[in-house]
C-alpha cells in the first residue's frame, strides 16, 4: 500500500505583476492566465510527486508586495517553504527579492526558510529583459536558496519551480540527507 501523501504548503509572493497567480494557475490548471487581475489571495491544491513520494500541497497565491507593504499573519501560519517570483523584465520587482525574503526571516524569526526564487517571463524578448540569468544565479547564491527562471506563458520550467520548492523543504525536513554541498540548487 503506498504511503499517504504528505502534506505540504507553500506560499508564492513577489511585487505586483510578476506573474506569480499565471505561474500557479499554470501548473494547477495547465492553462495560461492571459488578462490581468490583481490577487488578494487564492488557494490552489495540486498533488507533487517528488522522489516517488506524493505530497498533497496547498499553494497560496498572494497579493503582490511592494516595499511598504505587509505580508499578511496568515501568510506565515502552516506554511512550509515560500516561492519569491520576480519579473526578468523588471528590476524593481528582482530587486525587492531581498527586502521580501527578509521580512519573511524576520517575522519567522529565523536565519533561513525553504526558499525558491523565480524569475518570469523568461519567453520575452532579450530587449524587454532587465535582469539576465547570471544575476538571478548569483542572488540565488547569496540569498542561499534554489533558484530557475521559467515562462508561465511557455510552461517552462513551471513544474520545476514547485518540484525544487518541495525538495528545499524536505532538505530542511531532514538535514542529514545528502544534497549536495550546499542548499542552492540552480536550474
Known amino acids: ?3 499517504a501523501p504528505k502534506q505540504r504548503k507553500i506560499a508564492i509572493v513577489g511585487s505586483r505583476s510578476v506573474g506569480k497567480s499565471s505561474l500557479t494557475v499554470r501548473f494547477v490548471e495547465h492553462h495560461f492566465v492571459e488578462s490581468y487581475y490583481p490577487t488578494i489571495e487564492n488557494t490552489f491544491s495540486r498533488i507533487i ?3 516517488g513520494q506524493d505530497f498533497a500541497t496547498e499553494i497560496v497565491d498572494t ?3 511592494d516595499e511598504y507593504s505587509i505580508l499578511n499573519s496568515k501568510h506565515f501560519i502552516g506554511i512550509h517553504g515560500y516561492i519569491i517570483v520576480y519579473s526578468v523584465t523588471s528590476r524593481q520587482s528582482f530587486e525587492m527579492v531581498r527586502t521580501i525574503r527578509d521580512k519573511i526571516l524576520n517575522h519567522l524569526g529565523a536565519d533561513e526558510v525553504p526558499l525558491v526564487v523565480v524569475g518570469n517571463k523568461s519567453d520575452l524578448k532579450p530587449e524587454q529583459r532587465q535582469v539576465s540569468l547570471e544575476e538571478g544565479r548569483q542572488l540565488a547564491e547569496e540569498v542561499n536558496c534554489a533558484f530557475t527562471e521559467a515562462s508561465a ?5 513551471v513544474s520545476k519551480a514547485f ?3 518541495i525538495g528545499e523543504i524536505e532538505k530542511s525536513h531532514n538535514p542529514g540527507q545528502p544534497a549536495g554541498n ?4 540552480v536550474m
Not at 506563458?153 to 520550467?157: P, R, S, T, Y
Open 153 to 157: 506563458f511557455l510552461d517552462f520550467n
Open 63 to 65: 497579493a503582490g508586495q
Open 182 to 185: 550546499n542548499k542552492c540548487a
Open 163 to 165: 518540484e525544487l520548492m
Open 49 to 51: 510527486k517528488y522522489n
Open 1 to 3: 500500500m503506498p504511503a
